[in-house]
Every structure is written in structure tokens, then in C-alpha cells.
């Protein structure tokens, strides 16, 4: 086992050291385009990329000269060494980049939020919000149709009945100003983002309230609540956060002995299925042997949500719901997206676009996660690996999708006792929900100099590069452990015989 955790770790800081250079840029590429005097002379005026070197080679050292205490502590760790090693880690990178933020008069911040680059226009606050709400009120559902389901787009269209009718017809980017001005907008905009951090605190706080109710626990909820992809969230007016809610509303009260509490979990997990379908996965819960309870609540929920999904076609039109669909399964081989964090898009930074071998990659690493649910043994792991299928849909895999990583968060913080491979997980949910400092905005000229000598596509965001190698490695840890179990299962079951 510590092999094996020496293994992993060391792989995921070498992954970190190289992600910037080896992720930004196909091998064949890097290897045809490669100027080993132009790195050399990027490296030695790149401050950020010493700096960032140093720190990253300090750890490896570190870590191997201490591993066996380092390993040995992790395996005998408590909760509140857990929570207090979080509060650590997000509060250093956070107010990092809080500070380079204010050190830039918010261009790092615009960086993070709007993928913003040299020469590229800036995507506007609340996008999601203004240009849908325009679609789905003027019902133009088939314009927002790729990316919200017919349920979602209905929920838009009843916003969009509290807004001026020439607010809502308007199509141009020059009314923008005039609708973030408008007193009724921003008021709903902001009962709904009260009510979404409500209920995200709430669902997070009872979780966490199987430990203690200090206030260490309250700070690591509310870092929960002011994470990178929650602000995402709120910066964008996506209701995503609500189908966060609701499910973990699902995962706390599914087996509640009051029957209203429970028949309201299941509604609350087929709501969250209509805004965003593959949170249905979140039955794997149910699943507690063969008995006929658990096939009754898993095929009531389908039902609930089938029924959610299909409904509001009468209203949206069936249009949308094929536009969505075919949306859905897709896989855009052109070119690779810099916020998106699944196995097909890694596979196109490395210049694989045969359209078969990505899906036949994606399918099969999600198959893979989908029996690890049913391997792994703790709650909180399930969860991980459906979070995991979530994040490497082509389709959905986005920065906002990331706030899933809450629900095996903060239910992997609320064990009491941790083993040393608790922590992998730990440190792969810190690095996808802890926003980052784009480190080389002050000497950004040097780092596209050494990046460009591998030939390095556009480098925007620190937190895309981090997040598209944590999920991947997220899918290694799963892995491994199932792999583990399942051995350890035949061994014991052959030495009874």
C-alpha cells in the first residue's frame, strides 16, 4: 500500500510540474517545434517558472525523505487534521489569488472567471442568465437548446416574465448595461443566488454536523460556498447550484423514518435529474442488495424523472429536447477546449481527434467508474465516482459542473478516522474546488517564451490546467482502489476455501 501511495503521489507532482509544458501541446508538436535554447532562455528570465520549479522539486524531496513518517501519520489521521489541512491549503492559494488580483487591478480575476487572453474579448457576468432568460422569453428555446435541458429552459422562461418585454426581445450585447441596471433583474438575480447559498450551506453544514458544530466546521463550509466553482456559478447565473442542493438534500434524507422527508428526496433528486440528467446516478445509493424497497425507490425516481425531463417538452417543443440530446452524446474533435476537463478532450491536447477512439475511451472509463461505485465501500467513494462520471462527459464537462465536488467533499470530511489514501482524495477535491493565481501574469511575456519553445497552444487559466489533470487522476485513485479491493476479496475468499 505504500508503494503504491509513494507511486500515485510522486505521479501527480511530476503530472503538475510538466502540466503547463506536456498538456498545453500534442507530443508529435512539442517534438517538432521544440527550441531547446529558446527554454533555456525562457526558463532563466521566467521568475514564476523558477519559483514554481523549486517549490514543486522541494516537495517531491521532502516527501520521499519523510515518507514513511508522512505515511504513517496520514494513517492514523483524525477528522479535524483533515479540515484543518483544507482550511490550510484553500486559504493560502485563495488569498494568493485575492492578492494578485487586487495586484492587477483584476485582470488575474478576469483571467480566472472569463477565460480572458491578449487581444480576446472578456465574457460578460451572467451570461447564462441574461442570454438564456432571453431565449427561453422570447422562446427561442432552440438557441439555448445545446446546453440547458427543457426543464431548465422552462424555469428561465418564467424568470423572464418579471423583466420588460423590450428587455427580454432585446438581442444585442449593447443592452447588457441597460439589463444589469434594471432594479427587478438584479433583485431576482439576487434572491436566487441567497437562496441557492442557503441551501448549499445548509445541505453542507448538515453533513458536517455528525462531528462537531464549531467553528472550524463552519469556516470550511462556507470556503465550500465561496469555492471556485460556486463563484463560477454565481458569476455566470447558472442553476446549477440548485441541482446541487437537491441532491444532496437526496443523499441525506433518502432513508429518513419520516415518509414525507423521504417521498421529498426522491422529487428532489428527479428535479436535480431535469436540470442536470446524469445527477440520477446518485441512486447508486439505493443500491443495498437485492432487495425490492431499493428496486421500487431506484425505478420511482426514474419515473419522477422521466416525467420531469419530457413534460415541459409540450411547452419548450420537442425541438429542444432533440437539439439537447444529440448535444448530449456529442464529442467535438476540432479542437481542443480549454475548460473542459474529460479523457476526450485530454486526448485532443495530445492530438488523438479519431472520433471512434474518443468515445470508445470515454465510454469505457466511464463503464469502469460505474462499477466502481458499486465495488467501493464507503458512501462518500461512490460519490466521487459518480462526480467523476460527471466531469468526463465531453458535453458537460465545464468549470461550473466542478461544485458537484462538494457532495463527496465534505461527506469524506465528516469520517471521524482517515487512512492514508483518504488523503489522495482530499488533495484532488482541494485542487478542484481551491481557485488559483494565474502565477505568471507578471512576467507572462518570459512564460510564453518557454512555453512557446514546446510549442504550447494559449495558456489563460491556472485552474483549467489543474483541474483537467485532478479529474484524470481522481479516475486513477478510483481505480486503484477498486483494483485493491477486488484482490483482497479473491485472496481472503481463497484462503477460506
Known amino acids: 500500500m505504500k508503494k503504491t501511495l509513494i507511486s500515485l503521489m510522486t505521479t501527480l507532482f511530476l503530472f503538475f510540474i510538466t502540466s503547463p509544458v506536456c498538456l498545453a501541446a500534442g507530443p508529435a508538436e512539442a517534438a517538432q517545434g521544440f527550441n531547446f535554447y529558446m527554454f533555456r532562455n525562457g526558463f532563466a528570465a521566467c521568475t514564476s517558472a523558477q519559483v514554481a520549479a523549486f517549490i514543486t522539486l522541494a516537495i517531491i524531496l521532502l516527501f520521499l525523505i519523510f515518507r514513511k513518517k508522512i505515511v504513517n501519520r496520514l494513517n492514523n489521521s483524525t477528522a479535524s487534521s483533515m479540515l484543518n489541512a483544507f482550511i490550510a491549503f484553500f486559504s493560502v492559494f485563495g488569498i494568493s489569488c485575492l492578492a494578485l488580483a487586487f495586484a492587477s487591478d483584476g485582470a488575474t480575476w478576469s483571467a480566472l472567471m472569463h477565460y480572458e487572453a491578449e487581444g480576446r474579448s472578456v465574457i460578460t457576468q451572467f451570461s447564462d442568465y441574461i442570454i438564456t432568460i432571453q431565449d427561453a422569453g422570447s422562446r427561442n428555446f432552440a438557441d439555448s437548446a445545446a446546453r440547458f435541458t427543457p426543464f431548465s429552459l422552462l424555469i428561465y422562461f418564467l424568470f423572464a416574465q418579471f423583466l420588460p418585454p423590450e428587455m427580454v426581445l432585446t438581442r444585442s450585447l449593447l443592452a447588457y448595461p441597460t439589463i444589469l441596471r434594471n432594479q427587478t433583474f438584479m433583485y431576482l438575480y439576487l434572491i436566487l443566488v441567497i437562496l441557492c447559498v442557503v441551501l448549499i450551506y445548509r445541505m453542507n453544514r448538515a453533513v458536517l454536523r455528525r462531528n462537531s458544530l464549531n467553528m472550524r466546521d463552519e469556516l470550511v463550509v462556507f470556503l465550500t460556498v465561496v469555492s471556485y466553482p460556486s463563484i463560477y ?9 440548485f441541482s446541487l442542493a437537491l441532491s444532496m438534500f437526496f443523499i441525506l434524507y433518502h432513508d429518513a423514518s419520516n415518509k414525507v422527508i423521504r417521498e421529498l428526496s426522491h422529487i428532489a433528486l428527479a428535479v436535480s435529474a431535469a436540470i442536470t440528467p446524469l445527477t440520477i446516478l446518485f441512486v447508486c445509493i439505493l443500491v443495498k442488495g437485492k432487495t425490492k424497497k431499493s428496486i421500487v425507490n431506484i425505478a420511482k425516481i426514474v419515473v419522477y424523472s422521466l416525467i420531469l425531463f ?5 411547452f419548450t417543443g420537442f425541438e429542444a429536447l432533440s437539439l439537447y440530446t444529440a448535444n448530449f452524446f456529442s464529442i467535438n474533435p476540432g479542437a481542443y477546449n480549454i475548460a473542459n476537463m474529460s479523457i476526450a478532450n485530454l486526448l485532443i491536447f495530445f492530438g488523438i481527434d479519431n472520433i471512434a477512439v474518443l468515445q ?14 458499486v465495488i467501493l465501500p464507503e458512501t462518500w467513494q461512490k460519490l466521487s465516482a459518480v462526480v467523476y462520471i460527471i466531469l468526463n462527459v465531453f458535453s458537460v464537462s ?27 482524495y482530499l488533495l484532488v477535491f482541494a485542487l478542484l474546488i481551491t481557485p488559483f493565481p494565474e502565477w505568471f501574469y507578471f512576467d507572462r511575456a518570459q512564460f510564453y517564451i518557454l512555453t512557446t519553445s514546446f510549442g504550447i497552444r494559449d495558456i489563460r487559466n491556472a485552474n483549467n490546467l489543474i483541474s483537467l489533470a485532478a479529474v484524470q487522476f481522481m479516475y486513477i485513485v478510483i481505480i486503484c482502489q477498486s483494483i485493491k479491493l477486488l484482490t483482497s476479496k479473491k485472496q481472503k475468499t481463497g484462503s477460506e476455501k
Not at 402 to 410: G, M, S, T
Open 233 to 241: 456559478c454565481i458569476e455566470l447565473g447558472n442553476i446549477v447550484g
Open 310 to 314: 419530457f413534460t415541459p417538452c409540450i
Open 360 to 373: 470508445a475511451v470515454s465510454i469505457i472509463m466511464n463503464i469502469s467508474a460505474l462499477a466502481a461505485v
Open 398 to 424: 465545464d468549470p461550473m459542473m466542478l461544485i458537484f465536488v462538494c457532495i463527496p467533499f465534505v461527506f469524506l470530511l465528516a469520517e471521524e478516522k482517515h487512512k492514508a489514501t483518504d488523503w489522495l
